[in-house]
């Protein structure tokens, strides 16, 4: 690279990088700075109910709180997807049971969780602040995980053979394995679900931060219980105030941790071809420029991955006994077999006389509830699909309408609908509508993103040779959509469609039920009735209730989007 | 001559697969195989042959439903000997950049970094990577992908080099170039490597590179022909010998279920040609315009030619040739002698006739020699209202073939049926239904 001559540019050609080394060190103080003055709270005295103020002086340090609880749920969910994901994709007998034991749980809504995490957590560490603040970051953990583990497994069974029969043959080591060739191949996918998971914590910021358990009230500094707050007192200049926080952390986030992690990924993209667009991200510009940066690389964690490598290489040169296991790991299976049975056994007893002291009304209660939230879940699909087809498609046929749209869309997207809910219900209030309609209302707001995203794709990978016959055909609109564009995005309008409705149960818990202006509006519905019990502390009824609505999303899952999968498929799949 | 040592030898091995119905397939019926130092060995064999399994047997990466192999005397146990592969598409790893993708061996067998970029530095310099360190697969071109591929398999000094057609995935001059370079590290004996074992479909290309050749029937896998080209490199295409040994592969190819002496005295092993008894006919994989379109083309030479020189002519691959030629023959359209295939006077009233006589003398043509064909039009005739679902003749198939060749051959037959409007194919309703045919005057 010659040297310019001009002395300015000299000058800007040193002090560039400095600037950049500048600011990653300083970035980094001021982490780990934050992360000692949280850890001091943290490890302080017991305090569940922290009075909550709605100054927005108290809102940088509310907001620092979140994200950490957020971050640390986020990385906890990782660590449970490598393991979890990695055993189900190797141990067929373990696949057998760990898949459908993901479907059920991924039903169930996060407060059901609620109970059980707390009062765990609470007895773990009576004295401390500690018990409460993993109680909450485990609650957020219940709604990201899921996920990511389906995304992992996802692309560990799908490695394509002839790699590794490469890693096979080369005698890659387990861990080699892991980092050359299983993660990188999962990374993509593992990315794109990060991103769906902390959006997933962000909506259930408040009703993680701020409940109430029994007669117990816990109410944690943060962002969403800053939220429910100000929401409950009607102080529309605080809830403005708590939801423009929250948006630009949302985008500081974005641009600091999703836009580069995604332009990185990019070289883990299984293609043969370059592609002609590619993300790209000043931040991650900058990171690779850093000596800073290279030299942790260099100094730090290649030492670290070749000692690993060479620990795991020295496993493999004992060859492989004959065939049959050896007798310990037999009895362990039939053990750990047994053991499950056992405790499933005693956990089906339990619940049982638990739901068996249920009295009639509280019955009544679940079935009508649960006929209600399904017909607004249907409701809210319908709706969502009804604008967000035409939309889709017609941002996804026009490239020029794509580039406007779709950042649009993302902000709108990434704003956590629940922030936006005591805004919706000011509104609904004075135009004297109910929770009824209001519900309807989040659960969109909540989800018709998922199925908008969803049909711009499947709109721009209609292949223009089709788009072209039917036009040189001429076709009617009526015939157009019937015959070519409804065909070609529905196997995306399904992945949309049932991402949406996983939605809209999840999010029944708090469309149902809200704290507002002092007083609690609530409806009919199965999500009300969870909600409720947890505040009631009506354990029968909360456990009745879940197992009734995990129940019903299971079954759906099995009968309806199933078949419609196989059907997009066979019958939609574009390729030949 | 050096002395030969036996470094693999499959004894009686055999490969099934079974079916979810507890059928067995049987992919690879009992074979002995060994691999000599000091030789360059081509499997050759048509597609779905299982060379390929057979390969990964070898190698280790699959164990044998029965027989045993054994490295240098021993069994694997488990483990993967000194081998490397060169795969078909290449295997490399997308998000590592070539030196890494040819350091990756080295770093798991625990060699020290240095020592790492130092050997993988050497040997991408050995097949031309020079100066292509930092690039990432997708910036390379096929060719240079495959270099990839055999610098990552060269670094190791493995004592066998296999490969699973590492050409088929180029264009023929890349192939041409590359062929040209293994040879030249071969004989130089720049390569540590005791022998080559590649597997491949390309009649020329195993001509070209191998000093024996072993020749597979499919269905199931079984060795046809086993002999040693004692050719000097490099080897001229036109050259008697040469043609003379093509031939006779095309024979073996062509005609498994015979006899056919090598021309010439050394033949190592020509395997038993006893036809396994009530076997189940495979239907070629050729669509009748395929079929018309041979015909014609042999017409135009006076009703026959020499088969290595109609594929030379139209530039075709065995694999592409072959099907048409079988289902000619078949439908007696054609025949075979010596390795010339010669139209017969029915394959010369079906080129000369017009679409609507044509489709009348495959249909009886069909009907005679295609048990399949025959099979399908007697059920659906059978049936009350003449329809059937698909399913029912992919369970006769799934007894005599794997469940890929089944639908298959179910795929071919309706082509076949549909051509000669004998019975059609609902997709939506998965059926199977007899035409209506006009009755037509007979000409």
């Not at chain 1, 000043?282 to 290279?294: E, G, H, P, Q, Y």
């Not at chain 1, 959509?481 to 949406?500: D, E, S």
């Amino acid at each position: 690279m010659t040297k310019p001559i001009l002395g300015r540019t000299i000058f800007h050609e040193r002090t560039w990088p400095i600037l950049v080394e500048i600011l990653i060190f300083g970035a980094g103080l001021a982490f780990f700075y934050g992360l000692l003055v949280i850890a001091e709270t943290w490890g302080g005295p017991f305090s569940p109910a922290a009075p909550i103020s709605r100054s927005p002086q108290a809102l940088p340090a509310y907001a620092a709180n979140s994200l950490l609880r957020v971050l640390i749920a986020y990385l906890l969910s990782l660590l449970f997807t490598l393991v979890y994901g990695y055993i189900a994709a190797y141990n067929a007998k373990a696949e057998r049971i760990m898949i459908p034991l993901l479907d059920i749980l991924q039903s169930i809504p996060v407060l059901s969780f609620l109970p059980g995490v707390m009062l765990a957590m609470v007895a773990l560490f009576p004295h401390s602040q500690l018990g409460v603040e993993l109680g909450s970051i485990l609650l957020i953990f219940t709604g990201q995980v899921w996920n990511m583990t389906f995304s992992l497994y996802a692309s560990l069974k799908s490695i394509p053979q002839e790699l590794r029969e490469a890693a096979r043959v080369y005698r890659f080591n387990w861990w080699q394995r892991f980092i050359q060739l299983e993660l990188p191949y999962a990374a993509i996918g593992l990315v794109w679900n990060s991103m769906m998971s902390v959006a997933g914590g962000w909506f259930f910021l408040m009703a993680c931060e701020m409940f109430v358990l029994g007669e117990r009230d816990f109410r944690l500094p943060g962002l969403g219980s800053y939220l429910q707050t100000a929401a409950s007192a009607g102080d529309t200049t605080a809830i403005l105030w708590g939801l423009g926080a929250m948006i630009g952390i949302i985008v500081l986030l974005d641009l600091l941790l999703w836009r580069p992690v995604i332009a990185w990924v990019e070289k883990f993209k299984l293609e043969q071809v370059e592609s002609a667009s590619v993300p790209r991200s000043t931040v991650l510009n900058f990171l690779r420029r850093s000596m800073i940066v290279a030299n942790l690389k260099r100094k730090v964690f290649r030492p670290l991955g070749d000692r690993a490598n060479r620990y795991f290489e020295r496993s493999i040169d004992r060859p492989n006994l004959p065939l049959g296991s050896p007798i310990w790991r037999v009895w362990a299976e039939r053990a750990l077999t047994v053991t499950l049975a056992a405790a499933i056994g005693y956990g089906l007893v339990r619940s049982g006389t638990m739901m068996a002291g249920l009295n009639r009304s509280e019955i009544a209660e679940i079935v009508s509830g649960a006929a209600m939230t399904l017909m607004r879940v249907m409701v809210a699909l319908f709706i969502g699909a009804a604008w967000t087809i035409p939309a889709g498609v017609a941002i996804g046929f026009s490239p020029r309408l794509a580039r406007v749209a779709q950042p649009l869309a993302q902000i709108a997207a990434s704003v956590p609908a629940t922030a936006l809910f005591p805004v919706v219900l000011l509104v609904l209030v004075q135009a004297g509508g109910g929770l009824a309609i209001g519900s309807i209302v989040l659960m969109l707001l909540g989800t018709q993103w998922y199925i908008l995203f969803n049909v711009i794709a499947g709109a721009m990978a209609i292949p223009t040779d089709l788009k072209e016959a039917a036009s040189i055909s001429r076709l009617r609109t009526v015939d157009r959509w019937r015959l070519l564009i409804l065909p070609g995005i529905f196997p995306y309008l399904i992945t949309g469609l049932v991402t949406a409705a996983g939605g809209a149960w999840n999010a029944s818990i708090v469309a149902e039920y809200f704290h507002f202006k002092g007083q609690t509006l609530m409806t009919t519905g199965l999500g009300a009735t969870i909600s409720h019990a947890t505040d009631k502390g009506n354990f029968d009824l909360l456990l009745a209730a879940t197992i009734v609505m995990s129940t019903m999303v299971v079954t759906i899952n099995r009968l309806v989007w199933r078949r419609l999968y196989r059907l997009a498929e066979t019958r939609f799949k574009l390729e030949a | 001559m050096e002395s030969r040592e036996t470094i693999i030898e499959a004894r009686a091995v055999e490969k099934h697969f079974v079916q979810p119905d507890g059928h067995r397939i049987q992919v690879i019926a009992p074979t002995d195989l060994a691999v000599y130092s000091g030789q360059i060995v081509a499997l050759l064999g048509a597609s779905g042959s299982g060379k390929s399994t057979m390969l990964r047997l070898l190698t280790g990466l699959t164990s044998p439903s029965a027989g045993e192999v054994l490295w240098r005397g021993r069994p694997f146990n488990g483990q993967i000997p000194n081998v490397s592969i060169v795969f078909q598409s290449f295997a490399l790893f997308p998000w590592l950049t070539v030196l890494e993708n040819v350091e990756a061996p080295l770093q798991a067998r625990g060699t020290p970094a240095i020592e790492c970029h130092r050997r993988a530095l050497k040997i991408l310099d050995t097949v031309g990577l020079d100066g292509f360190e930092a690039a990432y697969p997708k910036e390379l071109s096929g060719g240079m992908k495959q270099r990839v591929g055999f610098a990552r398999a060269l670094v190791v000094e493995p004592e066998l080099l296999f490969m699973d057609e590492p050409f088929s995935a180029l264009d023929v001059l890349t192939a041409e170039n590359l062929r040209h370079e293994l040879l030249e590290l071969w004989l130089s004996k720049k390569m540590s490597t005791r022998a080559i074992f590649f597997v491949t479909h390309n009649i020329e290309e195993a001509m070209l590179l191998a000093d024996r050749i072993i020749v597979l029937d499919r269905n199931p896998a079984r060795i046809r022909a086993d002999f040693e080209v004692n050719l000097a490199h490099p080897r001229n295409r036109q050259a008697e010998r040469f043609v003379e040994l093509m031939d006779y592969i095309y024979k073996v190819l062509t005609q498994p279920k015979l006899e056919h002496a090598l021309p010439s005295p050394e033949t190592k092993t020509a395997a038993e040609g006893e036809p396994t008894p009530g076997k189940y006919p495979m239907l070629p994989h050729a669509r009748p315009g395929g079929i018309a379109g041979l015909l014609e083309i042999l017409l135009d030479r006076d009703g026959k030619d020499d088969l290595y020189h109609l594929a030379d002519e139209l530039v075709m691959e065995v694999d592409d040739l072959l099907p048409i030629v079988e289902a000619a023959v078949l439908l007696n359209f054609a025949r075979l002698q010596e390795g010339d295939v010669q139209v017969t006077p029915e394959g010369r009233s079906f080129v000369e006739a017009d679409i609507l006589t044509r489709k009348v003398l495959f249909r009886e043509a069909a009907l005679r020699h295609a048990l399949l064909l025959r099979q399908i039009e007697r059920a659906l005739r059978a049936r009350s209202g003449h329809k059937l679902p698909d399913d029912f003749f992919r369970d006769i198939l799934d007894e005599h073939f794997s469940d890929e060749e089944a639908r298959r051959q179910l795929e071919t037959a309706i082509h076949w049926g549909r051509y000669a409007e004998i019975f059609d194919y609902d997709a939506n309703r998965k059926q199977l239904f007899l035409t209506e045919t006009v009755e037509r005057d007979q000409t």
